[in-house]
């Protein structure tokens, strides 16, 4: 079974920071360029950062440029976003996903498996 979960999500005051993590299960993602997608509610879910398969290319969305940072292990077949200095509009539900290409893709509806989200919620 193809599955990707994400954890790491949890409460944390404004200025904090957290750590997701993507694992992949029933397939390798070395051959997968892996995004991390977040939705808060009443907003559509929206790209926050993508990486491609090597590890080599990375992007970001304006509001995260400089406080998240995306990394992959595709030794434990892992991938993570650091998010540091939070703030309340990170709060969302934060999903990863995968597409086999290597390189991110456009369009977000060009990713083939999505996991089922981990809660992120910043406040004080």
């Known amino acids: 079974q193809l599955q990707l979960v994400e954890s790491g999500g949890g409460l944390v005051q404004p200025g904090g920071s957290l750590r997701l993590s993507c694992a992949a299960s029933g397939f390798t993602l070395d051959y997968y360029a892996i995004g991390w997608f977040r939705q808060a509610p009443g907003k559509e879910r929206e790209g926050v950062s993508c990486i491609s398969s090597s590890g080599g290319n990375t992007n970001y969305a304006d509001s995260v440029k400089g406080r998240f940072t995306i990394s992959r292990d595709n030794a434990k077949n892992t991938v993570y976003l650091q998010m540091n200095s939070l703030k309340p509009e990170d709060t969302a539900v934060y999903y990863c996903?995968?597409?086999?290409?290597?390189?991110?893709?456009?369009?977000?509806?060009?990713?083939?498996?999505w996991g089922q989200g981990t809660q992120v919620t910043v406040s004080s």
């Open positions: 996903a995968a597409v086999h290409q290597p390189m991110c893709p456009i369009s977000k509806s060009e990713y083939d498996y």
